[in-house]
Nanobody
Framework: VQLQASGGGLVQAGGSLRLSCAAS????????MGWFRQVPGKEREFVAT????????YYADSMKGRFTISRDNAKNTVFLQMNNPNPEDTAIYYC??????????????????WGQGTQVTVSS
């Protein structure tokens, strides 16, 4: 599985931004999808995860109510809608794919496939 993230850029605090992650291959619907983020000098941080069908989602506490993860299995794509971001959300955002057991995990090591990352910068 190859993942290609896009949609990053510069956004003002309180605005909105939608990230996309396109997956290659025909196994997309069998994989749990997640988003993580990382800033220089820090470990990769869990953002959100979504089940294979899209019916179940989990979020890091600081993202609840602001970010929404969704997926379109017909288009092999997972999204991260970022509403009301703040400067602390500035990071490189990575999409990841894993087996069903990864759904309830916040650990990057439980995901098998990674995209290249897309930079999100939130200005104050």
């Amino acid at each position: 599985v190859q993942l290609q993230a896009s949609g990053g850029g510069l956004v003002q605090a309180g605005g909105s931004l939608r990230l996309s992650c396109a997956a290659s291959g025909r196994t997309f619907s069998t994989l749990v999808m997640g988003w993580f983020r990382q800033v220089p000098g820090k470990e990769r941080e869990f953002v959100a995860t979504i089940s294979r069908s899209g019916s179940t989602t989990y979020y890091a506490d600081s993202m609840k109510g602001r970010f929404t993860i969704s997926r379109d299995n017909a288009k092999n794509t997972v999204f991260l809608q970022m509403n009301n971001p703040n400067p602390e959300d500035t990071a490189i955002y990575y999409c990841a794919a894993g087996r069903p057991g990864a759904l309830t995990s916040t650990h990057a090591s439980d995901y098998n496939y990674w995209g290249q990352g897309t930079q999100v910068t939130v200005s104050s």
